[in-house]
């Protein structure tokens, strides 16, 4: 049986994106699907050690591309990676919602429920994405500050 989240299938999520269902590439979702907040290739590596480095990145690269996954950064620069919502698509992510950016745990979360407000640029500027990022303490780094 395919791997699930939500009760959507992956491999039916590489047929949409006509990408072949590979064992590698079913593992990263599944992996992604996992956590709670945005995971680097670093990080994936790490868990992944079966899946070679060029080969990670390509499915990375792939999934990006295909709006699967889109990429956010952390408060040191380094691109981590969290799964699109349904709406996006090749060429057009829709991932419009606030980062946060936990400077305790070093984690990016994803706060698909907080939109975006429309910003409207002077003429001439041609945007093709908004990323707004707010930085803090995490739920689980908060309470470990109020217990010290």
Request: aromatic content about 8%.
């Amino acid at each position: 049986m395919a791997q699930t989240r939500n009760n959507f299938h992956f491999e039916d999520l590489l047929n949409k994106h006509h990408l072949k269902k590979t064992a590698p590439r079913l593992r990263v979702l599944s992996m992604m699907s996992s956590r709670s907040a945005a995971t680097s290739q670093p990080d994936l590596e790490s868990v992944m050690s079966d899946i070679d480095r060029v080969t990670l990145y390509r499915i990375l690269n792939a999934f990006e591309e295909k709006g699967i996954i889109h990429k956010v950064f952390d408060l040191n620069g380094t691109a981590n990676y969290a799964l699109c919502t349904s709406n996006c698509d090749e060429g057009h992510h829709h991932d419009d919602h606030l980062h946060f950016n936990c400077t305790n745990c070093k984690n990016v979360y994803c706060l698909d429920e907080l939109h975006l407000p429309t910003i409207t640029l002077p003429p001439g500027f041609e945007p093709t994405g908004f990323t707004l990022y707010a930085t803090g303490l995490c739920p689980k780094c908060s309470k470990k500050a109020v217990k010290k």
